[in-house]
């Protein structure tokens, strides 16, 4: 859909969600689900080269064959890059997460072991191995002597 | 100056209509109700008022009159002439003086009756004053009639008239009737004055404007005027004199060459001589019209000579300084000479102005304060005009007639059926072959022409470059770091503990808890379950004998062989024991008090069973007949429902 102020100024929907959001004047920087506000939070990739390709340009090019050709060529290839390049931007995001996982594991097992595994389970036995040894030690030390 | 105000003069009732409205208003505006018990002075002033307002309206209406009608003595003499001519100064100066009698009685008999009101005793008597005092003065409009007539159809004639201005540059057009005076100022300025065959189309003066020099000019069109004495001239012509003989502007005395308009040449300049006296003070031109049918060489040769007379007679007369009095010939129907006849009129009036001018006193005031510069060379150097070459060619393209070029109309009419609307013939491409291309404009959601840039190929190749650095400086390895055994031990561990804590969130949340919370110690602990839990946290179960439960059991077992022999002790601890009485026997001494106990029990309860009622608590009583819903008529909604 389309929708044209009094200023002239035209604002374009891709669906009727962003349609009424628009209509309950929220402003979109701060509705999360929405680009403009992942791009000026910083979770998606803002400034790069990639990204220059696609811009509109008020200078018209005439039209040529052989330019038009090149320009389906390269679009792809800028395309490629770009999404592995907002891939990559992410994920060096999601990494600290990672680092906090694993800190929080470590907290867990410290804290709640208990609950899986009892402090002295096979303790017992241990001992128990650990008493024969001696007895065993004192009487090989007790026939040496 | 009363000389533009003819438009504004107000409207002239007749005098019925004028009593009608004055009467009217007077019982409008003036209060109404009147008793015969009202004190007398209140009677009195009520019907004074009365008379006193209609003398007032008549009074004012009159006064607009006499004030808004122009005064003869106090106007233009030109004007002044023009209405004696059309209006007779004689019987409009009776009129308005009429009017001011008419004006004054009213005045009078207002006064006599207001003073007689005074000793009217009556409301009877106070009325028939009034009403007389009001008679009176209607009897005197109504015989006015007659002026006010007159001075209606003479206020509307004079609205009507031509807004001449008697003080500005002027040009007079005269001559015999249908010799082509109105068509010469048709063509000269804008007006649209009647032009037809018969004699006095024209019946009084036209005004037309135009412009020459940058300046307006008035051009004053006569009905045409007879040969005759003065004395016998009648309205229309008296008009045409009117207008040459106090107009200072200046005169085209137009001629019929050709004699169409029914006059002889020799009748013409006879008038023209009589007429000469008002030329006096005037320049002249002579305009010899219908050239086109006849020019003045074609005529005769007594003609040709009379006519050089009048010029000569020109130079004879010492009032004129200039050479004589041009004669321009000029066709209206071919516009031959008309422009000629238009500059040099406007010239000479011109000229004749700014030296009366000169001759006048105030001249001398006024040049002292003009002065006129003249810009001054400052340098030798040539400054002709500039005029860019485009707008040469074009003003050449305009006078010739270039062939244009072929129009997609042409076209279409050519092909017919076969035409076919081709825009893209005209587009200006670099290639020519590449018109009729179809050109791609998505992609996945993208438009095309957003990455069109002559240099595209450069910065993909720069992107490229960048890339390929990015990824040999190893940005874009995965980065499942090889965790080490710990860690990943840890980790089994931390998700084993997350989800031994939720299924005991789980089995706490589906515990069904209808008592009070007893402490732990209360609820029994199977063995079984202690075995499994105790496995499931890795301890071994296997040597069961020295566990602290099964010591207790054997330690509780001895101790119950011993105890049951002394059965009549109850236990000291809370714990239910099977020796204890039950409630309703005890205390109760034997079988006789057992049943009168009973058969108490059941007499109190008979009165509550009967009643259906749980117990002695219940004693909630039931609402079976709620007035809400069974009282009241039924209002709307529906009858089947209660």
Known sequence: MMFVRNDCKIFRFCKSKCHKNFKKKRNPRKVRWTKAFRKSAGKELTVDNSLEFEKRRNVPVKYQRELWNKTVIAMKKVEEIKRKRQARFIMNRLKKGKQLEKEEDIIEVKKNIHLIRAPHAGKAKQLEDKMVQKLQEDVDMGEES | ?642
């Open chain 2, 1 to 642: 100056m009363a000389l533009y105000n003819f438009k504004k003069i107000m409207v002239v009732p007749t005098a019925k209509d004028f009593i009608d409205l004055t009467l009217s208003k007077t019982q409008r505006k003036t209060p109404t109700v009147i008793h015969k018990h009202y004190q007398i002075h209140r009677i009195r002033h009520f019907y004074m008022r009365k008379v006193k307002y209609t003398q007032q309206n008549y009074h004012d209406r009159l006064t607009q009159i006499l004030a808004d009608f122009p005064k003869l003595d106090d106007i233009h003499p030109f004007y002044a002439d023009l209405m004696n001519v059309l209006y007779d100064k004689d019987h409009y100066k009776l009129a308005l003086g009429q009017i001011n009698i008419a004006k004054n009685l009213i005045d009078n008999v207002a006064k006599d009756y207001v003073r007689l009101m005074k000793y009217g005793d009556s409301l009877y008597r106070c009325k028939q004053l009034k009403r007389a005092a009001l008679g009176r003065m209607c009897t005197i409009i109504k015989r006015q009639k007659q002026s006010l007539e007159y001075l209606e159809q003479v206020r509307q004639h004079l609205s009507r008239l031509p807004s001449i201005d008697p003080n500005t540059r002027t040009l007079i057009l005269c001559g015999y009737p249908n010799v082509g005076k109105s068509s010469f100022i048709n063509k000269v300025t804008r007006a649209d004055v009647e032009v037809q065959p018969y004699a006095f189309t024209t019946k009084s003066l036209f005004v037309g404007h135009m412009d020459y020099k940058y300046l307006r000019w008035q051009v004053v069109d006569t009905p045409g005027i007879l040969d005759h004495p003065l004395e016998e001239r009648n309205t229309i012509e008296m008009q045409a004199i009117t207008a040459l003989a106090h107009l200072r502007a200046a005169v085209l005395y137009i001629m019929d060459v050709s004699e169409q308009c029914g006059h002889s040449l020799e009748e013409q300049m006879e008038l023209f001589k009589n007429i000469r006296p008002l030329f006096a003070n005037k320049p002249l031109i002579i305009v010899a019209n219908k050239c086109d049918v006849k020019r003045i060489e074609e005529l005769s040769e007594e003609n040709q000579a009379s006519f050089l007379f009048i010029l000569y007679q020109g130079k004879l007369f010492k009032d004129f300084e200039e050479e004589g009095i041009s004669v321009i010939e000029t066709s209206t129907l071919t516009e031959e000479g008309v422009m000629k006849v238009k500059t040099e009129a406007c010239d000479k009036l011109l000229s004749y102005r700014v030296e009366t001018k000169m001759k006048g006193r105030k001249v001398n005031d006024v040049l002292n304060r003009l002065h006129l510069a003249v810009p001054s060379k400052r340098d030798n150097k040539e400054r002709p005009p500039f005029i860019p070459e485009g707008a040469l060619l074009r003003r050449k393209a305009m006078e010739v007639d270039i062939p244009k070029r072929k129009l997609e109309r042409d076209i279409e009419l050519e092909l017919g059926d076969d035409y076919v609307l081709d825009l893209q013939k005209y587009w200006d491409l670099m290639n020519e072959n590449e018109k009729y291309d179809k050109i791609p404009e998505i992609w996945e959601g993208h438009n095309i022409s957003d990455y069109i840039d002559p240099d595209i190929m450069k910065k993909l190749e720069e992107l490229e470059q960048e890339e390929d650095l990015r990824e040999k400086a190893g940005e874009y390895e995965s980065d499942t770091e090889s965790e080490d055994e710990e860690m990943q031990e840890i980790r089994e561990l931390a998700r084993k503990i997350r989800q031994k804590k939720k299924l005991r969130i789980l089995e706490s949340k589906e515990k069904d808890v209808h008592g009070p919370r007893m402490p732990r110690t209360v609820k029994k602990v199977e063995k079984k379950t202690l075995e499994k839990e105790m496995s499931g946290l890795g301890i071994d179960m296997e040597d069961k004998s020295n566990s602290h439960y099964a010591v207790q059991a054997r330690r509780s077992r001895s101790v119950t062989r011993k105890r049951k022999r002394e059965a009549s002790e109850a236990p000291a601890s809370r714990t239910r024991s099977s020796s204890r009485p039950p409630r309703d026997v005890s205390g109760v001494r034997d079988a006789k008090m057992l049943k009168k106990v009973k058969q108490m029990m059941k007499n109190s309860q008979r009165d509550m069973n009967r009643m259906g009622k749980k117990g002695e608590a219940d004693r909630h009583v039931f609402d079976l007949k709620p007035k809400h819903l069974l009282a009241g008529k039924r209002k709307s909604g529906t009858t089947d429902r209660r």
